[in-house]
């Protein structure tokens, strides 16, 4: 139930706020008198301020909040830290708004305060984009490669997103993610990214445990995904039963075709079909 004041005690409760503000950021005034200064307690001046507005009806009756999808409301209360009847002007925004963004799905939050007696929250939650790895553990990460939750039990091959796996692997994913996005039928088809020594990454399409491996380089990794959309385009390289692609070396592309399981094995096979990279007539 929101408490509507009279404009006139509005008006003396707004001068109220006013002067709180004006000296909350203060801690000691020195007063000349008589030639000797004369310490006056702040914090004690802006308790009465805010006791004397809260006495004119400025206490919290209502919080809205938008923006909300996964941050449970408990939690919001939790870190605005402030119950109905709270005097409004005793509520620390700034505090509260660190809090809110303490929040695990909180990307960033925006709070005002609206005298007499409200509060209007407005969050923007984080949005997963992949599903990082880390030994026997999950968790979902967004696309600046933050951790947001951890995912207990889960079977990754039942996961619609892409998996990155590696201790370093969310430091260093902003940077993939930005770069597969550059072709979306490519990204569409990312099942998992593997960093390679803390180095590199290995790429897996269409499968995490059966689907073609794409080996990028350490340096320019970029312009190698940018070749492996031009072979696709150009030639259906995709299309072959591939066990993986290897893009390190710029001159040359290495590939492996998968062995057929009821095939004999015969002496002095080839297992890697090499290919020089296509120059510009």
Known sequence: MRWMIPSALTSRAVLLGTAAFAI????????????????VDTERL????????????????????????MTSREDLLAAVDAERGTPILAIDMAKARAQ??????????????????AVRIEIEERTPYALWQQDKRYFLVDRDGKPIIEVPEVDAAAQSL?????????????????????????????????????????LYLDSFEN????????????AAW????????????????????DLRLEDRLIVRVHKDPNAPTKPGAVKKAVMPAKKDA
């Not at 073609?212 to 340096?219: G, S, T």
């Open 24 to 39: 909350a950021g203060v801690s000691l005034i020195v007063v000349k008198l008589g030639g000797l200064p004369l310490a």
């Open 226 to 245: 940018t070749r492996l959309g031009l072979l696709e385009k150009d030639h259906q390289i995709l299309e072959r039963d591939l066990e993986f692609i």
């Open 211 to 222: 689907g073609i491996a794409v080996r990028l380089p350490e340096e320019g990794f970029a």
């Open 162 to 202: 892409p998996m990155i796996v590696g201790n370093d692997a969310p430091r260093n994913a902003p940077a993939l993610f930005a770069t597969i996005e550059t072709n979306p039928d490519l990204a569409a088809r990312v099942r998992a990214a593997v960093r390679v020594g803390e180095r590199r990454w290995n």
């Open 46 to 69: 802006a308790a009465t301020a805010i006791d004397a507005s809260a006495s004119l009806g400025m206490r919290l009756q209502k919080l809205t909040v938008e923006g909300r999808d």
């Open 100 to 117: 809110i963004e303490a929040l695990p799905w909180v990307k960033s939050a925006k709070l005002e305060r609206h005298l007499p007696d």
